[in-house]
RNA sequence: GCCGACGUAGCUCAGCUGGUAGAGCACUUCACUCGUAAUGAAGGGGUCCGCGGUUCGAAUCCGCGCGUCGGCUCCA
């Protein structure tokens, strides 16, 4: 047989040749140095036969960075770890240890907790085994002898594997350990360069709360010991973006355990809140949008009607009141929006009626979610109910991913869209669901938007588009989402007056585009590292009088630039002006203007953000900001 | 909620095996009146997260609670 090599050269092999059988064919070193193949552009483990006619690649240590030659040397990584922690830990149960960005973790039941500090040990042993050195061997067994085999290993999650594995049973051998496993791997322990314990973990078995909690050792593995240390040092440099820190540190906001999850503003942080909510609101009634306001506590009655009651109670703040009384804090505001549509009778004339309301709601989230601002209890989402025809849906839909595009447009945020599915706990008939979904898809294909499908993510009462975005530590995390839901207005009995005179059901496309300003404000703190443009800068330009004579002009100035709508503040000079200047550049705000006897308004020292200077009028300092 | 770690001054952190708390920055005062990333000196500031326990003695050891962090689950 023949097999294609990248540089479309052919390579005549005999049959049942393996990847390794075509590196050997070439070299030597090839075949030393070789840890995959991608056969038609598909991954496969070098022992594994190839195909007559496939294109083929060969990928080897010198491929370090490629993807999935990362994936197989981290996946052999994994089962190292599992091999250490078997021998130091005799009566733990392995479960399963994948690849996954950026490292690999493997899964255990062990006899009795471990801590943190165990994984020094367990390091220690896995860096022992590198230091021997590991050759892997594959075979293939019947489902029957793995599940024997796994018995008498006393290995019950591998053999809830073996029962539920699709296709061929393989196995793994390095050293003392065989595992179950797809593969690939590598030939031998050699191209692991840099392996490194990162953490310790509870997972549930099979992601599913309702299983066995099991311990993850979390690691990482490279080809060069190099990349592992450039690693580190991004983790670090990614840590110094993190939200949490520079909100602290340019007094945006901060936590208190007495309200856990809850952010306290402070008046820089406000700053850009308002900017946002500024935002929002102009262009919302650009949009069509109706501005307006509704209760945050409703009695329980209200909250079963919506479906809340049976299917959010657990994350809902409830107030007990006298004579059996419950009042539940608002988590969302479609069942106050419900009821204002519902206050009137509705004609097809009035429709698209788009309610907005960006109302503080509360849900009790679960202490261990809570995660700076980008999981918080008290939430504020810039949010609106659409409520139109079924003929509206799509124009309807179409204008929220427009509005969509032009406000992510305005921070350079490129967010990967999801289409979310109908749930296990769905609202509602799967003919519904199916209409629903159909109209979400045929959005997103009309509107050209990239997506991911979520099976089974969407919302209890309908499908959803979500906008998913990646903070600096490489978490994801959702923004903006829109909604189509028919259940909820049915609940509340909403309908309108057709052209014929006849009543019919009302769709709502629940929409926040934003998702939540405070995410969005931890999403923003993070891609700008806390630089922002000047339009979102909580102080735009701090004036510094050069020494007390300079007190009154610099004032004049602030007050000139405040009255062209800036946030201006001034360093009064209780210290050197070297140092007010370098507390500007920490404070990172985009303009200082050093204001003494050099400068008048008609010159003034205008220092940007990084060091740049130049000398401006006041009048063109302000037609510049206006420009940016 | 679950698993693991952590909680010391406003912030960042030090404080070995128990002997009664420290640094830098910030703050206050004084001197300096200053030109584009840190002027100098002095001073104030801590229920060592909370509650219980062990001990002659607890920031330090143990238990419980609260909070935070890394994950899991859940979610904007």
Redesign the pocket.
């Given at each position: 047989m023949k097999v294609v090599l990248p540089d479309e050269s052919q390579l005549e092999l005999p049959d049942g040749a393996t990847g390794l059988d075509a590196a050997r064919a070439i070299g030597p070193k090839l075949a030393e140095q070789a840890v995959l193949v991608r056969a038609d552009g598909r991954v496969q483990d070098l022992r594994l036969p190839l195909d007559d006619g496939q294109r083929i690649q060969l990928l080897t240590t010198r491929d370090k960075d490629d993807p999935d030659a990362l994936a197989v040397l981290r996946h052999s990584s994994a089962h190292l770890v599992a091999e250490a922690v078997r021998r130091l830990y005799p009566g733990v149960k392995v479960a399963i240890g994948p690849p996954i960005e950026n490292g690999f973790y493997y899964d255990f039941d062990f006899p009795e907790?471990?801590?943190?500090?165990d994984l020094e040990t367990i390091q220690a042993e896995v860096e022992r085994e590198l230091a021997e050195g590991r050759e892997w061997s594959r075979e293939e067994i019947s489902r029957d002898e793995a599940r024997k085999l796994f018995a008498a290993e006393n290995e019950p999650y591998k053999i809830e594997l073996v029962d539920t594995a699709e296709g061929d049973i393989s196995l793994y051998t390095q050293g003392e350990f065989t595992d179950l496993c797809r593969g690939p791997h590598l030939q031998n322990s050699k191209p692991i360069k840099a392996l490194k314990l990162t953490?310790?973990?509870?997972?549930?078995w099979r992601?599913?709360?309702t299983k066995p909690?099991l311990?993850?050792i979390?690691g990482t593995a490279f080809y060069d010991q190099k990349d592992l240390d450039g690693y580190l040092e991004r983790l670090e440099e990614a840590r110094k973006r993190?939200h949490?820190?520079l909100g602290?540190?340019l007094d945006l906001f901060h936590?208190d355990?007495h309200s856990?999850?809850s952010p306290l503003w402070h008046p820089k942080g406000m700053a850009i809140f308002n900017t946002l909510e500024d935002l929002r609101r102009r262009e919302n009634a650009q949009r069509g949008y109706l501005e307006v306001k509704t209760p945050l506590i409703y009695d329980k009655a209200l909250w079963e009607t919506s479906g809340h009651w049976e299917k959010f109670r657990e994350?809902m703040f409830l107030i007990p009141l006298e004579h059996d009384q419950v009042y539940g804090i608002k988590p969302m505001n479609c069942p106050g929006h419900m009821l204002l549509f519902g206050s009137a009778l509705r004609s097809y004339r009035d429709l698209p009626i788009r309610y907005a309301e960006a109302a503080p709601l509360h849900?009790n989230?679960?202490?261990?979610?809570?995660?700076?601002l980008?999981?918080?209890?008290y939430?504020t989402?810039d949010d609106a109910h659409i409520f139109c025809t079924q003929e509206q849906i799509p124009a309807e839909l179409d204008a929220c991913i427009d509005y969509l595009r032009f406000l992510m447009g305005l921070f350079g945020l490129e967010p990967r869209a999801e289409f979310s599915t109908r749930?296990e706990?769905k609202l509602g008939s799967d003919e519904e669901w199916d209409f629903s979904e159909g109209e979400l898809q045929a959005a997103l294909e009309r509107n050209h938007m990239e997506y991911v499908v979520g099976a089974g993510?969407g919302?209890?009462y309908g499908p959803?588009i979500?906008l998913h975005i990646t903070d600096v530590?490489?978490?994801?995390?959702?923004?903006?989402?829109i909604q189509l839901d028919r259940q909820m207005p049915a609940r509340f009995g909403l309908t309108y007056m057709g052209a014929d005179n006849a009543e019919h059901a009302v769709f709502v496309i629940h929409r926040?585009l934003f998702?939540?300003f405070?995410?969005f404000i931890g999403i923003l703190i993070e891609h700008y590292g806390g630089a922002f443009p000047l339009w979102l800068a909580p102080v735009q330009v701090r004036i510094l009088p050069?020494?007390?004579?300079h007190h009154d002009g610099a004032q004049t100035i602030a007050l000139r630039l405040r009255e062209a709508g800036y946030r201006v503040d001034v360093g009064e000079?209780?210290?050197?002006?070297?140092?007010r200047?370098?507390?500007a550049?920490?404070e990172k705000i985009p303009f200082?203007v050093?204001?003494?006897?050099?400068?008048s308004e008609e010159s003034l020292?205008v220092?940007s953000r990084?060091?740049e200077?130049e000398t401006l009028s006041l009048a063109d300092f302000v037609t510049k900001l206006a420009t940016l």
């Amino acid at each position: 047989m023949k097999v294609v090599l990248p540089d479309e050269s052919q390579l005549e092999l005999p049959d049942g040749a393996t990847g390794l059988d075509a590196a050997r064919a070439i070299g030597p070193k090839l075949a030393e140095q070789a840890v995959l193949v991608r056969a038609d552009g598909r991954v496969q483990d070098l022992r594994l036969p190839l195909d007559d006619g496939q294109r083929i690649q060969l990928l080897t240590t010198r491929d370090k960075d490629d993807p999935d030659a990362l994936a197989v040397l981290r996946h052999s990584s994994a089962h190292l770890v599992a091999e250490a922690v078997r021998r130091l830990y005799p009566g733990v149960k392995v479960a399963i240890g994948p690849p996954i960005e950026n490292g690999f973790y493997y899964d255990f039941d062990f006899p009795e907790p471990i801590r943190e500090e165990d994984l020094e040990t367990i390091q220690a042993e896995v860096e022992r085994e590198l230091a021997e050195g590991r050759e892997w061997s594959r075979e293939e067994i019947s489902r029957d002898e793995a599940r024997k085999l796994f018995a008498a290993e006393n290995e019950p999650y591998k053999i809830e594997l073996v029962d539920t594995a699709e296709g061929d049973i393989s196995l793994y051998t390095q050293g003392e350990f065989t595992d179950l496993c797809r593969g690939p791997h590598l030939q031998n322990s050699k191209p692991i360069k840099a392996l490194k314990l990162t953490g310790l973990a509870g997972a549930y078995w099979r992601g599913d709360s309702t299983k066995p909690q099991l311990t993850r050792i979390y690691g990482t593995a490279f080809y060069d010991q190099k990349d592992l240390d450039g690693y580190l040092e991004r983790l670090e440099e990614a840590r110094k973006r993190d939200h949490r820190r520079l909100g602290n540190q340019l007094d945006l906001f901060h936590f208190d355990e007495h309200s856990p999850g809850s952010p306290l503003w402070h008046p820089k942080g406000m700053a850009i809140f308002n900017t946002l909510e500024d935002l929002r609101r102009r262009e919302n009634a650009q949009r069509g949008y109706l501005e307006v306001k509704t209760p945050l506590i409703y009695d329980k009655a209200l909250w079963e009607t919506s479906g809340h009651w049976e299917k959010f109670r657990e994350s809902m703040f409830l107030i007990p009141l006298e004579h059996d009384q419950v009042y539940g804090i608002k988590p969302m505001n479609c069942p106050g929006h419900m009821l204002l549509f519902g206050s009137a009778l509705r004609s097809y004339r009035d429709l698209p009626i788009r309610y907005a309301e960006a109302a503080p709601l509360h849900r009790n989230e679960l202490a261990g979610a809570l995660h700076g601002l980008t999981r918080v209890r008290y939430v504020t989402q810039d949010d609106a109910h659409i409520f139109c025809t079924q003929e509206q849906i799509p124009a309807e839909l179409d204008a929220c991913i427009d509005y969509l595009r032009f406000l992510m447009g305005l921070f350079g945020l490129e967010p990967r869209a999801e289409f979310s599915t109908r749930p296990e706990n769905k609202l509602g008939s799967d003919e519904e669901w199916d209409f629903s979904e159909g109209e979400l898809q045929a959005a997103l294909e009309r509107n050209h938007m990239e997506y991911v499908v979520g099976a089974g993510e969407g919302s209890f009462y309908g499908p959803k588009i979500d906008l998913h975005i990646t903070d600096v530590l490489g978490r994801s995390w959702q923004l903006g989402t829109i909604q189509l839901d028919r259940q909820m207005p049915a609940r509340f009995g909403l309908t309108y007056m057709g052209a014929d005179n006849a009543e019919h059901a009302v769709f709502v496309i629940h929409r926040a585009l934003f998702g939540s300003f405070e995410r969005f404000i931890g999403i923003l703190i993070e891609h700008y590292g806390g630089a922002f443009p000047l339009w979102l800068a909580p102080v735009q330009v701090r004036i510094l009088p050069v020494g007390e004579a300079h007190h009154d002009g610099a004032q004049t100035i602030a007050l000139r630039l405040r009255e062209a709508g800036y946030r201006v503040d001034v360093g009064e000079p209780t210290e050197t002006i070297g140092k007010r200047i370098r507390t500007a550049e920490m404070e990172k705000i985009p303009f200082v203007v050093v204001y003494g006897d050099r400068e008048s308004e008609e010159s003034l020292a205008v220092r940007s953000r990084g060091g740049e200077q130049e000398t401006l009028s006041l009048a063109d300092f302000v037609t510049k900001l206006a420009t940016l």
